[in-house]
């Protein structure tokens, strides 16, 4: 979908108050509030806007420990089973096919290091991961930037490392 400077202001102006009102962002805008709806519409419509439910803080829920792991599979039960079978535990919170060593690439949260032990121990113990390598975050600088990439297809200048 092509992605003109008003539809960048729109969802700059969600990014940055996600409970805002159309009818506000219309205000703010300075256009039709139907034109506001219209342009959300076709950018959910597309996949653009993926969804609008609340962003939650793992670590603010207790799990304040974030790796990544690598994961080579059992190849014989391929990707979807496997995907399946991490499915069923909440602490992986991503899990990525990859090109490379391993298999997969799978983000998981822990509520400390030993208990991100337990995490990987019950990955491994679906019996559909042969090993797994992991990396612990220490910090994280920015999660999840996506606005730069609108206001870069709307043909905007960076605006920095926002939301």
């Known amino acids: 979908m092509n992605i003109d400077s008003l539809d960048s202001d729109i969802v700059t102006l969600f990014s940055q108050d996600p409970r805002m009102s159309v009818l506000e962002a219309s205000r703010v805008l300075k256009v039709a509030r139907a034109t506001v ?33 690598s994961l ?14 991490l499915a069923r535990i909440p602490e992986v919170l991503e899990l990525h096919t990859v090109s490379g060593e391993s298999d997969l690439l799978a983000c998981v949260v822990a509520r400390s290091n030993a208990d991100l032990q337990r995490v990987l121990d ?33 043909g905007k200048p960076d605006a920095g490392p926002q939301g």
């Open 37 to 69: 709806q219209a342009r959300l519409d076709k950018m959910q419509r597309a996949g653009v806007i993926a969804g609008w439910g609340p962003r939650l803080e793992p670590a603010e829920l207790g799990y304040v420990v974030k790796a990544y792991c």
């Open 72 to 85: 080579v599979i059992r190849q014989e039960i391929g990707h979807d089973a496997v995907a399946a079978a």
């Open 122 to 154: 019950e990955i491994t113990g679906t019996n559909t991961v042969l090993r797994s390598s992991s990396v612990i975050v220490l910090n994280s600088h920015f999660d999840s930037r996506t606005l730069p990439l609108v206001q870069a297809a709307a």
